[in-house]
């Protein structure tokens, strides 16, 4: 990420390593990225926010700059103790944490597990993983699972595989997920298989930070389940974003920034703005 007044860090948390940009300064925002990406799907967004809060967009364990878990397989609960790991060595005790798809997975899970540390929630094209979607998946091929070949037909598959989910001959964009899936490695296919093995019917009920559930209209995987995901969680606003697809915040980060900015800033004590909510 080379935007003006990003910076780049390596923390060392009990979780191991995790590389992580921040920007801005204010109340804390953490994002966490979709798989398989990385802190370069907040590029555009995170000078955003830095306008108005202190930014910090990390790298799961596995991804872009961040190594893997060491003694732990990858499970979006140990991907949230490792968000929870990087919060404490920054020495940040609260923060609104933002993510999209994985990254919205993994940002319930840290508000499941900590609620005292979550001051806002935003869950942008977040999946709703059951029994159901566990068992529908547990023999399913993965978007990013492609078979190395010698002669490197194996990228052009790639690149296939996810063109649909993208604006049509946006290749700038294309060309940054598959940077990002590339230095993953095996992980590009794995971190799918991790968020459909997620109990996420058996958490999502312990969320009690003020939440915004993003719904792209455009993200045939996400926007159907949205509604699920609102309903799950009492008290939360379920608000939809027309023409956003599968790489939103890269692709209209200013619309993203401003979604983020106003629930956020809405939540924040003393404010009398809060938007209505609906859902459970």
Known sequence: MRSAGVRALYAETRAGVIHAVRAGAGRPILLLHQTPRSVDEYRDVAPLLARDFSVIAMDTPGFGGSPPLSGAAPSIEAWALAALALLDALAIQEAAVVGHHTGAAIA??????????VSALVLSACPFVDAERRARHATHRVID????RADGAHLVELWNRRRPFYPDGDTDLLARFMADALRAGPMAAEGHRVVNRYRMEERIGLVTAPTLVLAPTDDPHAYPVAPRVAAAIRGSVLVEAQGAMVPFPDQLPDVFAAFVRDFVTAQMPGRQDEPARAGG
């Open 108 to 117: 319930l899970e840290i508000a499941a597990q900590a609620p005292q540390r």
């Open 145 to 148: 699972d492609v078979e190395p």
